[in-house]
C-alpha cells in the first residue's frame, strides 16, 4: 500500500525484528531518486540545551550502516538534513564528527570524514541547496561557539550545528545511547530515511507512546 501510494507512510515493528523490517523496507520501497543507501537517525530530544542553543539535535547513523564508505556518507547526510528540514522547518547545519578538527590529527578514519565533507559540500553547491555543511570537527568544536572560535574560526557549522553525522556505527550508537542515559534525552528512532516512501521501525518493547511519536514523525517525512 505504501509503494503503491494508496497510505502516505508505514509504521511498524511491534511484532518484527529490525533487520527483518530493514529487509522488508528496502525491497518493497527502495532508495529514493539520487540516493543510493537507506539509512537512520535518531531525533535526540534534549532535555537541556546544547552550548549552542539547539533543543533537538539529530544524529546519523545510529542504526543501520556499521561502516559506510565517504560516498554513502554523503547519502547519508543529504537523506539527514531532508529528515531535519521536513521535521524542525530550519536550515540543516551538518556536521561531519571526527577526533579531528581541521586536520588536527592524521589517520586513515580521518581522511574518510575530511572526503566526505569535501563531497556534500560540493552536492550543496553544484545542487543549490539550503544546507550548510563542515567537518572534519570534534563534537565540542561542533556544538560549542567558544570551543569552535579557537578550533575552527570561520566555519558556517562548528559552534552551530544541528545535524550530527558520525563515521560509523560504532561511534553514532554509542553516542545516541549515552545522551540519552547520561544526559536524560529523549531518543526517538531509529528514523529511517532515504526511502522512497516514508517508512519506520518500532521496537518490539515498544510502548502506545513511542508508536505515537514516531506516526507522528512519519505524518512530517510525508508532509516534508
Given at each position: 500500500m505504501t509503494r503503491n501510494h494508496k497510505v502516505d507512510g508505514l509504521v511498524a515493528g511491534s511484532i518484527a525484528s529490525t533487520p527483518d523490517m530493514l529487509r522488508a523496507s528496502f525491497n518493497c520501497i527502495g532508495t529514493a531518486p539520487g540516493i543510493s543507501i537507506g539509512s537512520s537517525c535518531f531525533v535526540m530530544d534534549l532535555a537541556n540545551p546544547a552550548?549552542?542553543?539547539?533543543?533537538?539535535?539529530?544524529?546519523?547513523?545510529?542504526?543501520?550502516?556499521?561502516?559506510?564508505?565517504?560516498?554513502?556518507?554523503?547519502?547519508?547526510?543529504?537523506?539527514?538534513?531532508?529528515?531535519?528540514?521536513?521535521?524542525l522547518g530550519k536550515q540543516p547545519k551538518v556536521a561531519f564528527l571526527s577526533f579531528s578538527t581541521a586536520g588536527s590529527a592524521k589517520h586513515e578514519i580521518v581522511d574518510k570524514v575530511i572526503e566526505a565533507a569535501n563531497k556534500f559540500k560540493a552536492k550543496i553547491k553544484a545542487e543549490n541547496l539550503d544546507i550548510v555543511a563542515d567537518g572534519e570537527l570534534q563534537g565540542d568544536a561542533a556544538l560549542v561557539p567558544t570551543v569552535a572560535a579557537s578550533k575552527a574560526p570561520g566555519?558556517?557549522?562548528a559552534g552551530q550545528a544541528n545535524v550530527l553525522i558520525f563515521p560509523d556505527l560504532n561511534a553514532g550508537n554509542i553516542a545516541y545511547k549515552l545522551t540519552e542515559r547520561l544526559a536524560g534525552a529523549g531518543a526517538y528512532g531509529p528514523i529511517l530515511q532515504g526511502l522512497a516512501r516514508p517508512l519506520n521501525d518500532l521496537s518490539r518493547g515498544c510502548s502506545a507512546e513511542d508508536i505515537y511519536a514516531v506516526a507522528a514523525i512519519t505524518v512530517c517525512q510525508a508532509i516534508g
Open positions: 552550548p549552542n542553543g539547539e533543543r533537538v539535535l539529530l544524529y546519523a547513523d545510529c542504526g543501520v550502516n556499521p561502516n559506510p564508505t565517504a560516498d554513502q556518507m554523503v547519502d547519508i547526510a543529504y537523506a539527514t538534513a531532508l529528515t531535519y528540514r521536513s521535521l566555519s558556517e557549522v
